[in-house]
Nanobody, 114 residues
């Protein structure tokens, strides 16, 4: 069974940067689609970035966020630049095991102050 642990969240000023990490254990995630989601208070959970053979991003973060993976470390990253207050949310790492099975991390809080 895959377990995911996110880290790297915190408080940052608008315009700043953070890098989130998602460390996987239990099995290799190198063959899985991996994604980052986020959920802000009172809002729906939103898919932010996905990595498989390529990458895909929500329009709201395109050009500012970069998803990457290091298969030697079994880790996925989300580099977030030019952060905005509206990026404030809990960020979740997800392993898409199959079309019907996702494994979620516990989430990490990102707060962007104006």
């Amino acid at each position: 069974q895959v377990q995911l642990v996110e880290s790297g969240g915190g408080l940052v000023q608008a315009g700043g940067s953070l890098r989130l990490s998602c460390a996987a254990s239990g099995r290799s995630v190198s063959n899985y689609v991996m994604a980052w989601f986020r959920q802000a208070p009172g809002k729906e959970r939103e898919r932010v970035a996905t990595i498989n053979w390529g990458t895909a991003y929500a329009d709201s973060v395109k050009g500012r966020f970069t998803i990457s993976r290091d298969n030697t470390k079994n880790t996925v990253y989300l580099q977030m630049n030019s952060l905005k207050p509206e990026d404030t949310a809990v960020y979740y790492c997800v392993a898409e095991i199959s079309q019907r099975q996702r494994v979620w991390g516990q989430g990490t809080q990102v707060t962007v102050s104006s």
